[in-house]
């Protein structure tokens, strides 16, 4: 097998880097690259230049507008996986493109290509001028370099682990998995992992580049107990280098899909109708994710659509809620060192202290309430605009300890594991499925609940939160998504232990 | 047919071949779309982009992998190619993997889809711009003094697809879609701004509705939401709307899928002859209807489409099954997935049979929710119109159905003659009798 250079090597092999000998023999300085921030992968690579930059940026605003950006990205994304024992299987994908954007007060206009030769690029650009209908303005002279921290450090780049090295982990969980239950009779496996390079340039005259990486662990089990069959899984991941993958890890994604699976024999649909709910720590940040942090994306809330666009400053919550957007969390999937509109992130206090503070901004929505851009313009891919979009949402520790919220429930149920959320942002109803959970009688755990909707209002819901526990935890999922406008981007959530004194549940007896 | 996506997908196939596979399909498409949107009666988004990427089935010595670019620069291309193939070399052997038996691409039927409009190429930005002024102006007219925020938008794509196979599969198709539709937030009691929406979908330009029926549609929907509440948890009648239907079948679908039936996720692998819905429910999947948004003359895996009766009048009749997991399960294959879902429509309209059910609620929207394919089990928050004897007697809101499919669909007591013509599932408004339905 021939050995194969740095630059053909990253521009296309997808599937493990380590399905060719080269990926063996490259050398240590190579990795360096895995660096944030660090400039010049997409001259060198793609021979974007400066000039092309100022060509491109000056053919967006051919016809006016407020401001022009580029946004080229090429992604690498692989997925691994074994089904019925054996690591069967590989996908792959590689994207490479500029998505090009002139801005006009709220109005947008926006190309794309895949193609990077000058005449694609200055193309889209051109589609991209047409929102706009007056005076040629002129792009900065010169661009400046901005500097990042950097909250995704890797030793490596994930597409330089070698397949041979990824297979043994995916083939341990499934190993695991059936060791932990005699009740395993089918388990699915796989690994992915993603690494997105992105530069953008303003017509501001800003330059920022980034490599953000993407990955998990994840397996998903069924079992079999007296002709009943039950299936849950689990995974773990984020913004992670590779040494995330340990033995413990393998352990944790295995009984972890197990140990769900197998208490669902025992689970039972509650009744239906409004009772306590009290929301286990970690996973059920969703829900402030899904109820409470999109209405307070600052999108929703200049169109007037959201129910928060007139709570700024006002009380929308006990004095001890404090709800945080924050994308330097080191290492969680919504960790950012630039958004994707080259704003540097940074933490945004949403409710403190039960006061509605902020909303979350992109530059559109930050120029319209004469505000800072907060960092939260994100998009899935070049192919998409920009929206704001939540990076890592949480809330804060409260006094109580998870026994005593429990303890003040007479009859309600308690959820651990939530999927499939859904909110409408002008109402602020909401709906979420519950995969785990227990039901709640005078004060006490009691029987396991599987299968059923809580629903509710978003405010409502925020208001009605009348204890917040003292374990605050984020959530170690590495597959999250959040779906907005058509696009998807990853996202982080937390939650500690919470008590929402009455929400709907959807059982199936009346 | 263009001829650089033949000479692409040729050339990558003798690559692969070169390169050690011993089969190998490539797909190549090309796809060309415009959005346009307007808000307060002026664009608010502009976006044109053309698409083309490749995406390549590598089989070599029994393994498998699957892998997509949209680098199509030749020397990129084939440096891709070498490595799909070698990385399908370090992976298990699984010997069921394989290129379908070529007597599985023979018949097809010799038919014009009608998936392509020829008048796409004409689709100028004139007509998009005037669609959706039209659709806002019709939807901001008919809001009135609620309106606060419309949005109207127009997505136009055609999309060319070539395939190639190894032994000898070409399957080449072109399709346009339009879709076109409006969006309205209205002011509702205290802080609540409900939002309703109408959109449509169609391969031909001709077969939408009229821009100021899809703008009054939109308004007329989001008006319906307001003051909508819960009520107390219940046993009624519903009606699923027809736009709606898709929801649920779904989630029972899923339970029909070959590769479910083999990793044993499926709550309906051991009922095939069996009764697991009324008298009134039938599915056909029609990949030839002319026009469909899911026709097609092959699928994924090349084989010749057919159509089929899957569920027929309550009885489980076919599963959809793929080439790779018919083989094993031990099973002639089917296809993989659904193409058309059509489920024959009723004889009476909605608004007849409210007028006979009594007290019950219209379902005119879903929101969260899921269906567990392993057990069958559902639940789905809704919205929609409490009604009593024909007449609207209150809108809902955080409302819940739950159960399971293998009782839900014995509840089916009749479907509408209104089937929903701008989605793949065809389905009528669908009603149920003894659905719980939770709120207070």
Redesign the interface.
Known sequence: ?RV?TRR?FL??????A???AAAHVLPVGWYRLAYAGEAGYFESEFGITDALCQRALTAALAKGGDFADLYFEHTISNWTML??G????????????VGIRTVKG?????????DLSKEAVLA?AS?AA??ADGEARKPAGEFVTLKTDNYYPLKRLLTSVP??VK?PIVQAVNQKAFELSPLV??A?VGFHDQQKRMMVVTSAGAKVEDLLPRNYLWASV?A?KDG????AGWNLGGRKDFSFYTPEVVNRVASGAVDRTVKLFDAV?PP???MPVVLGPGLTGILLHEAIGHGMEADFNR?????Y???IGKQVAEPFVTIIDDPTNTGMLGALNVDDEGTIGRKTVLVENGILTSYMHDKISATHYKLEPTGNGRRQSY?H?IQPRMCNTYMLGGQSTPEEVIKSVKKGIYVKDV???????????????V?QGRMIEDGKLTAPI????I???G?KMLRNTTMVANDPKMSESGAGWCGKGGQRVPVGFGLPTCLVKSM??????? | MNRDMHDLAAGSLKHAKSAGADGCRVSVYIDRRVEVSY?ER????????????LTIDVFVDG??????????RP??VK??IS??V???K?????PF?SLPDSKYYRGRAETDLGIFDPSHKAFSPEDRHGIVKTMEAACLEKGGDKV??VTASCRDTALEALILSSNGFEGYQTQTYYTAGASM??Q?EG?????GYNFMTSVQKSGLPSPSAIGVGAAERTLE?LG?S?IK???LPIIIENRNGSRLLNGLIAGMYGSNIQ???S?LADKKGKKIGSDHFTIIDDPLIKGGLGSQLFDNDGITARTRTMIDKGVLKEFWVDWYYGR?LGWEPTSGRPANVVLPPGKRSVEEIMKDLGRGILITGF????S?S??G?????I?GQLFDEGKTVQAV????????HLEFWRKLAEVGNDPWPYSSFRTPSLVFTDV?V???
Do not use: H
């Open positions: 097998m194969r053909s521009k296309t092999t997808a599937v493990a380590g399905a060719t089904e019925d054996k690591v069967n299987r590989a996908y792959a994908d590689v994207e490479l493109g709220q109005q947008v206009g926006y190309g794309f290509t895949q889209a589609t047409t929102i397949l041979d297979l009779v089918k699915s069924v079999e009943r069959r039950e299936r649909q239906a109708g409004e169109k007037n659509i959201s129910t666009c007139t709570m192919q605009y999927s499939n959320g859904q909110v409408k942002i002008g109402e602020g109803d909401f709906a979420f499925y995969s599987k299968d059923m909707n629903m509710g209002n405010p709907t549940v959807g059982g199936v007896k009346a | 808000r002026k664009p608010e988004n502009i976006k044109e982009a053309k698409r083309n990427y393994r498998y992998s699957n892998q997509t670019t949209s680098d199509l020397a990129a440096d891709f490595n799909a070698a990385t399908t370090m992976l298990a052997e699984d993997r606060i925020s937030t209205a509702g802080d609540r701004r409900p939002n939401l909508s819960k948890t219940e046993t990793q044993k996720r709550f094993k929101i969260g929710g899921n567990n392993t057990t089990d559902t639940s789905v928050g919205l809101s955080e409302m819940n159905i739950a159960d399971n719980v939770s709120g207070t």
